[in-house]
Nanobody, 119 residues
Framework: QVQLVESGGGLVQAGGSLRLSCAAS????????MGWYRQAPRKERELVAV???????YYADSVKGRFTISNDNAKNTVYLQMDSLKPEDTAVYYC?????????????WGQGTQVTVSS
């Protein structure tokens, strides 16, 4: 099993910044990559950014150049630095631990943290 604890959401004005954190515990050896997703009201959950343990990164086009995902493997923690926030970034942000197939578990999700960007 894997447990994910998120922190760092909140209310910010457009153009501002927030930093999300997600700490993983448990069977962390089963996690080759972690990511952030978000879900806005009346919309489907979408991938925001992914970072495998080797540090390479992937970003959705809508956040490229504004968001930065990083990890601290020693702390089993992934971060999402969000700069130049826009009202359309308003959503519940979820951390995800992507589980390697050999561990025979589904991916795990954090509890979600609300990010609200006011115009």
């Amino acid at each position: 099993q894997v447990q994910l604890v998120e922190s760092g959401g909140g209310l910010v004005q457009a153009g501002g910044s927030l930093r999300l954190s997600c700490a993983a515990s448990g069977d962390t050896i089963c996690i080759p990559a972690m990511g952030w997703y978000r879900q806005a009201p009346r919309k489907e959950r979408e991938l925001v950014a992914v970072i495998p343990s080797d540090g390479t990164t992937y970003y959705a086009d809508s956040v490229k150049g504004r968001f930065t995902i990083s990890n601290d493997n020693a702390k089993n923690t992934v971060y999402l630095q969000m700069d130049s926030l826009k009202p359309e970034d308003t959503a519940v942000y979820y951390c995800s631990a992507m589980i390697r197939s050999s561990c025979r578990m589904d991916d795990f999700w954090g509890q979600g943290t609300q990010v609200t960007v006011s115009s």
